[in-house]
């Protein structure tokens, strides 16, 4: 467990931050700019005075009132920034022996596996100054790891190349998290990097933690719906493949007590998939509809009404134990008399969910 119980006071920010996470594990702390997201990472990292108390796998990091707090450089946490700083006169190898070289105990990562796992084998005699942006952070990841971190901060790595070196350098995390299951905290603005990585997400907002929960259960929770923009918001599905169809493509996945047609890529029988569906995609009936080239209608309980500042409503609706979300018009409550607690259909278009499946630990 990583127990954190403190408080940073800079200028006139404060913040005031208690959180149980579980390890091995990647937590995403996600909020706006300015939140408090770095400043609680930095904090945990020792990198930032803060009072109160921080516990990792039972080691105490930080106790005011026993007067400890360990130096940074004895925490063992690794830390990766969004702008990689690497020793720009240092090779791709002298970066990389050099967290190697600092680490002290047994070594969990050697430079061969890391080097193999990141992709780095052709840029060994390469200075930073040589090296695209995704190359740059995945040297820095690699350097992190190799100091044989007990936790890897991760401080908006992506934040500072653009989409198409986000999308090279994100997968070397999942295998990074899949294959070393080191604990992170993951910081964040984007919701689809915690989407694709994160076990659990604490919200943070004005230095104070709003939730901190599953993404499959904060995504129905109003307090995240407000902060990842209409485009984003929408239900986060933990499911598994049950069926395949080869002839069409599409793969079927559980939902509550019913089931989801969406197109798949390679999955096979078993795989554990994360479906984000977008409350935009998802329209409600009174009744089971025929005649529509819709693939899924599902049952469910409509659960609650909630009013968005653009005038329109957004439905949560149980099926089961899992939740969708749809977004609708006030005009359409009222023709549909739609009232929570009663039984309607939600229908979801297969090709709504490509883009938003995610592959979870």
Request: a neutral charge; proline letters at 4%; hydrophobic letters at 45%.
């Amino acid at each position: 467990m990583l127990d954190i119980d403190l408080r940073v006071t800079r200028d006139s920010f404060q913040l005031d931050a208690t959180l149980n996470i579980p390890t091995p594990s990647i937590t995403a702390l996600f909020g706006p700019s300015g939140a408090g997201k770095t400043t609680l990472a930095h904090a945990v990292a020792g990198l930032v005075p803060a009072c109160g108390r921080i516990t990792l796998d039972g080691v105490d990091l930080l106790d005011s009132k026993r007067g400890i707090n360990v130096p940074v450089e004895r925490r063992r946490i690794g830390c990766v920034f969004q702008d990689a700083r690497l020793f720009p006169h240092l090779r791709v190898s002298e970066n990389l022996l050099y967290g190697y070289r600092r680490h002290q105990g047994r070594a969990y990562a050697t430079t061969e596996d890391v080097i193999g796992l990141l992709g780095l084998e052709t840029l060994l005699d390469r200075r930073p100054h040589q090296l695209s942006g995704g190359e740059r952070q995945r040297v820095a990841l690699g350097r992190a790891l190799l100091a044989q971190p007990r936790l890897l901060v991760l401080d908006e790595p992506l934040a500072s190349i653009d989409r198409a070196r986000r999308d090279e350098v994100l997968p070397y995390l999942e295998v990074l998290r899949d294959r070393y299951q080191i604990p992170m905290l993951y910081v964040s603005h984007q919701y689809d990097e915690v989407l694709r990585l994160a076990a659990q997400v604490a919200l943070i907002d004005s230095g104070r933690i709003l939730a901190f929960d599953t993404p499959a259960a904060l995504s129905v929770s109003p307090e995240l719906r407000s902060r990842v923009g209409s485009a984003g918001v929408g239900a986060v599905i933990e499911t598994e493949v049950t069926a395949r169809d080869s002839s069409t493509g599409l793969i079927t996945v559980a939902l509550g007590d019913h089931s989801l047609r969406l197109q798949g890529g390679g999955d096979v029988l078993g795989t554990r998939l994360r479906l984000h569906i977008l409350a935009s995609e998802v329209i409600l009936a009174t009744e089971l509809p025929q005649g529509l080239s819709v693939r899924n209608a599902v049952a469910g309980i409509l659960e609650r009404l909630d009013d968005e500042s653009n005038g329109l409503i957004v439905a949560t609706i149980a099926v089961g134990n899992a939740r969708l979300l749809a977004r609708i018009t006030r005009s359409a409550v009222d023709d549909l008399a739609l009232t929570t607690g009663r039984q309607v259909w939600a229908l979801v278009k297969a090709a709504s969910l490509t883009l938003g499946v995610y592959r979870p630990l």
